[in-house]
């Protein structure tokens, strides 16, 4: 709380939460013209991890009270999304979560909180 005002605390924001093996070592970046670069290792030969399973993004931008979301970015072994947002958040701070579902649908990650980042 600021001031009596109650904040979000973005790293204790679950954006999803499920049994699925979730990230190793994933980092996110910024890159020219308004693109998140996310890196990983490929882990999917561990616990229910799937080659198919499919990279998920969310996106929120307190300034702009707004969110994006993009699914299915990429595939678990693809090691790396490029997730391009719109021209709007040029110069924004964005805080930024990753999980991974099942190509059913049926299971998902727990999400993760990968910072923010603020758009070039």
Known sequence: ???D???LVYNKVLITKGDLTGFQNVAAATQTGNIMRL?????????NASE??????????????RFEIFESAALRTA????ITLPAIYTGKEIQVWSYFHNSEET???NSIHLGSLTLI
């Open 39 to 47: 890196t990983w290792e490929n882990n999917s030969a561990q616990g």
């Open 5 to 7: 005002i109650p904040e």
């Open 79 to 82: 090691l790396t999304a490029d």
């Open 1 to 3: 709380m600021t001031d």
């Open 52 to 65: 198919n399973d499919p990279v998920n993004v969310v996106c929120y931008c307190e300034e702009l009270d």
């Open 107 to 109: 299971q998902a990650s």
